[in-house]
Nanobody, 125 residues
């Protein structure tokens, strides 16, 4: 059974940093894009960042570009999201996801078939 488990969320002041982790089990995802999405209360789930199978290619939402960094460790079957310069607009439930097999990075949630349950990030002003 495939499982994605996120961790690292929490409450942080504006300007602070958090590092999210996502551990995958049940199979390996070396040939899959892995990504992060987020959903704030009353809003649609939105793409945050994704990385190709070896982390060589990455894609970021404009709203986080320059502040967030995605990385992955295939040996640990894990993906990470380093979040710096956080602001209250970053408050959301953050989800880890893996794509259908392939190397093309897509921003649409429909391109991802396994999802974690999310970790809450709250940024106070």
């Amino acid at each position: 059974q495939v499982q994605l488990v996120e961790s690292g969320g929490g409450l942080v002041q504006a300007g602070g940093s958090l590092r999210l982790s996502c551990a995958a089990s049940g199979r390996t995802f070396h040939d899959h894009v892995m990504g992060w999405f987020r959903q704030a209360p009353g809003k649609e789930r939105e793409f945050v960042a994704a990385a190709s199978w070896n982390g060589g290619n990455t894609l970021y939402a404009d709203s986080v570009k320059g502040r967030f960094t995605i990385s992955r460790d295939n040996a640990k079957n894990a993906v990470y999201l380093q979040m710096n310069s956080l602001n209250p607009e970053d408050t959301a439930l953050y989800y880890c996801a893996t794509s259908f097999p392939g190397h093309i990075i897509r921003e649409t949630s429909g391109a991802y078939n396994y999802w974690g349950r999310g970790t809450q990030v709250t940024v106070s002003s």
